[in-house]
């Protein structure tokens, strides 16, 4: 069982980026997905999750309406799309697969001018 998150980068406020979770041994669609981040000095927190098979998704108050979960499941891919960043969203994020215990090496974002 592997993940590995892709797609951070440095960006000003206000843009987008989509980060990617690959993941291999597994197939997404029988697994809950979750993304995490972490910022320095502050605890992980939890940002999406997509349940599966229904697809239900949930967000945190910080990121709802700016964050979007989805998964391709030809791909066996999960996405995080990201508008609006702030500065606030910097950390480094984490695909996670919570009843498989496994996470990603993570990904960073930073949203600066």
């Known amino acids: 069982v592997q993940l590995v998150e892709s797609g951070g980068a440095l960006v000003q406020p206000g843009g987008s980026l989509r980060l990617s979770c690959t993941a291999s041994?597994?197939?997404?669609?029988?697994?809950?997905m979750n993304w995490y981040r972490q910022a320095p000095g502050k605890e992980r927190e939890l940002v999406a999750v997509?349940?599966?098979?229904?697809?239900?998704?949930n967000y945190a108050n910080s990121v709802k309406g700016r964050f979007t979960i989805s998964g391709d499941i030809a791909k066996n891919l999960v996405y995080l799309q990201m508008i609006n960043l702030k500065p606030e969203d910097t950390a480094g994020y984490y695909c996670?697969?919570?009843?498989?215990?496994?996470w990603g090496q993570g990904t960073q974002v930073t949203v600066s001018s």
């Open positions: 996670h697969a919570p009843l498989l215990n496994a």
């Open positions: 041994g597994f197939t997404i669609s029988n697994y809950d």
């Open positions: 997509i349940i599966y098979p229904q697809r239900f998704t």
